[in-house]
């Protein structure tokens, strides 16, 4: 470890500055100027920098594409792709970063942001130490991706002919360095309409149809069919969730006490290591709400119209323990002297797509904590030790 020639002191400035910027899922543009600014002051060409068109597929507004570096190899080897994301989640809008200590932290009032600026800045760290001490590497592209948080989306529109023919990746964004992600989930969203009758509800409730009562009974109905909340089928296991319960446009499902609501919204998700128990996890959903609009009719008998619609989000991968990559990740973990350990996660990742477009990805930590919340901090010493692990993977025999 103490062989690797890493500025720490200038890892963590190059984190410090990139934390202090704003740039929220869908606003990239600043951030990734920022980093591309970075790597032109440690020594990568203008011409090295580009940006893909993945802003112009992903069906949200989106600022700018992916940002894609080349550094050409200087011994044989495979090519070998880093990967992280510029975007940080809504919470971390104002963020101004603090140390204290070994930590980075906030006022409080946001989140940090080290989810993923840890990334950006391990990946310039990389690049300075690599071309600072003249390092031998093979062939390098690294890759920070747009609307991670949103729904792995710079990853899912990334055209891989981009990457150049890279034959493994190590995507940052992770929190301990010994950690390495070597497989997740897959997730299936699902989406129910249901469109009641409205009736006062004092002086004529039963001519209604409530649209809350169906909605309510079909994911009671879910429950005891087994298939909400943490699912185990003899057909497989995962996890599903209700997230959204609302009305038009994102306004409460119905208007008021006195009236029975005819419209309710419910938004949804499934997860699992297979893509068709996710799948099936969806379906036990519909026929939830089947049986739910079945058990609901007004005075006449007329029930509600129910209109269900799934898909897929991000496919599940797992990769070998003996694969390419997973043994690099490994060796360099051993070589920093601690020891690795293999995990599969049950949250979607870039790696997720990454590994889809045929670039078999395993995800490194570099420090964060508490992400996705005002307590989040960046644990430096473990974020050194994330840009030391860079070095490694990019200059293993």
């Known amino acids: 470890m103490n062989t690797i020639p890493l500025d720490a002191q200038a890892a963590e400035a190059h984190l410090m500055n990139f934390l202090a910027i704003d740039g929220v899922t869908g606003h990239e543009a600043a951030i990734a100027a920022a980093v591309s600014a970075a790597l032109q002051k440690v020594g990568v060409p203008a011409a090295a920098i580009r940006y893909d068109d993945a802003n112009k597929r992903i069906p949200l507004p989106t600022e700018t594409g992916n940002l894609i570096v080349t550094l050409p190899g200087t011994k044989a080897g495979p090519h070998l792709l880093f990967s992280t994301h510029l975007d940080t989640v809504p919470l971390c809008g104002g963020a101004k970063p603090i140390k204290k200590g070994d930590h980075i932290v906030t006022d409080g009032s946001t989140a940090l942001g080290g989810d993923n600026r840890t990334g950006c800045a391990v990946l310039v760290a990389l690049v300075e ?28 529109e990334l055209d891989p002919k981009q990457l150049g023919g890279a034959e493994m990746c190590f995507n940052v964004d992770g929190r301990l360095v010994s950690e390495l992600i070597i497989g997740a989930v897959g997730q299936s969203n699902w989406n129910v309409e249901i469109k009641g009758k409205a009736s006062h509800a004092g002086v004529a ?33 995962g996890t599903s ?27 949804g ?15 036990g959903y519909r026929a939830a709400f089947a049986t739910a609009q079945s058990q609901v009719k007004d005075s006449g008998g007329a029930q509600a119209e129910v209109t269900f619609t799934t898909k897929a989000a991000y496919p599940p991968f797992n990769l070998a323990e003996d694969s390419p990559a997973v043994v690099r990740a490994k060796q360099a973990v051993q070589a920093l002297g601690l020891e690795p350990t293999t995990v599969f996660s049950n949250g979607g990742l870039d790696a997720n797509w990454l590994d889809k477009h045929g670039v078999p990805t395993v995800t490194i930590g570099a420090g964060q904590y508490e992400i996705h919340t005002v307590k989040e901090y960046v644990d430096v010493p473990e974020f050194v030790q994330g840009c030391r692990l860079a070095v490694l993977l990019s200059t293993l025999d």
């Open 269 to 283: 998700e499934a997860r699992s290591p297979s893509a068709d128990f996710a799948a099936a996890i969806c379906e």
């Open 205 to 237: 409730p039963e001519k209604g149809i409530s649209a809350t009562l169906v909605g309510a009974l079909g994911l009671a109905e879910a429950h005891r069919q087994g298939w909400f909340g943490k699912v185990v089928q003899p057909s497989g296991n």
């Open 241 to 267: 969730n209700i997230g959204i319960f609302g009305g038009h446009e994102g306004k409460p499902a119905g208007d008021a006490t006195n009236v029975v609501t005819d419209y309710a919204h419910l938004v």
């Open 129 to 156: 130490t690599l071309l600072k001490h003249k390092l031998p590497h093979p062939p390098i592209t690294l890759l920070f991706t747009v609307r991670e948080e949103s729904g792995l989306h710079g990853a899912r």
